[in-house]
T-cell receptor, first 116, second 115 residues
Framework: AQKVTQAQTEISVVEKEDVTLDCVYE???????LFWYKQPPSGELVFLIRRNSFDEQNEISGRYSWNFQKSTSSFNFTITASQVVDSAVYFC?????????????FGAGTILRVKS | KAGVTQTPRYLIKTRGQQVTLSCSPI?????VSWYQQTPGQGLQFLFEYFSETQRNKGNFPGRFSGRQFSNSRSEMNVSTLELGDSALYLC??????????????FGPGTRLTVT
């Protein structure tokens, strides 16, 4: 069965600190996709990244970077030099290629609070 | 390009009533998914529609149903509302319905309160 675990319920940092959000997943499928979404107080989920199971290259986009390690079934997200605008709930999600459609299984989310 | 729109944004209903929520996907997107978000259960998949057909369904009772129109707009309906149906209902659109590969873009949600 597919499962996504985000063990950190809430993280508080001071502006300009680096912060890493952890994500561990479980799947029996060999082809799968991992996602990160950001949910600001407005409620809308904002897409950040998609990674397929065959691409273990780390990715960097501005202050954001992602570390995908199949050996540990982890897909961690790091924000460098955090800003107050980064305060939000961050969700890691998984979809499997075995099942037709785009169904996402989400982790419980990590609340990130960045203080000035 | 306009994003995903959902109407209404807020809704208050009484237990036992029914409700219909609407979602308009991003122009050109043909797949629409619905999710329920509650503090206790988190984000849970309800169902997905593509080409006016339900392609996948989550583990929700039959009181939850949906449909998709030829212009890809979708509606979801909840009958015989229960207090536990109070939640944020999020609609997501994607270009197509593949095998897990398409990115989904979410709307702002409809906050349903059942009293």
């Amino acid at each position: 069965a597919q499962k996504v675990t985000q063990a950190q319920t809430e993280i508080s940092v001071v502006e300009k600190e680096d912060v890493t959000l952890d994500c561990v997943y479980e799947t029996r499928d060999t082809t799968y996709y991992l996602f990160w979404y950001k949910q600001p107080p407005s409620g809308e989920l904002v897409f950040l990244i998609r990674r397929n199971s065959f691409d273990e290259q780390n990715e960097i986009s501005g202050r954001y970077s992602w570390n995908f390690q199949k050996s540990t079934s982890s897909f961690n997200f790091t924000i460098t030099a955090s800003q107050v605008v980064d305060s939000a709930v961050y969700f890691c999600a998984l979809s499997e290629a075995e099942e037709y459609g785009n169904k996402l299984v989400f982790g419980a989310g990590t609340i990130l609070r960045v203080k000035s | 390009k306009a994003g995903v729109t959902q109407t209404p944004r807020y809704l208050i209903k009484t237990r036992g009533q029914q409700v219909t929520l609407s979602c308009s996907p991003i122009s050109g997107h043909r797949s629409v998914s619905w999710y329920q978000q509650t503090p206790g259960q988190g984000l849970q998949f309800l169902f997905e529609y593509f080409s006016e057909t339900q392609r996948n369904k989550g583990n929700f009772p039959g009181r939850f149903s949906g449909r998709q129109f030829s212009n890809s707009r979708s509606e979801m309906n909840v009958s015989t509302l229960e207090l536990g149906d109070s939640a944020l209902y999020l609609c997501a659109s994607s270009l197509s319905a593949g095998y897990g590969s398409y990115e989904q873009y979410f709307g702002p949600g409809t906050r349903l309160t059942v009293t």
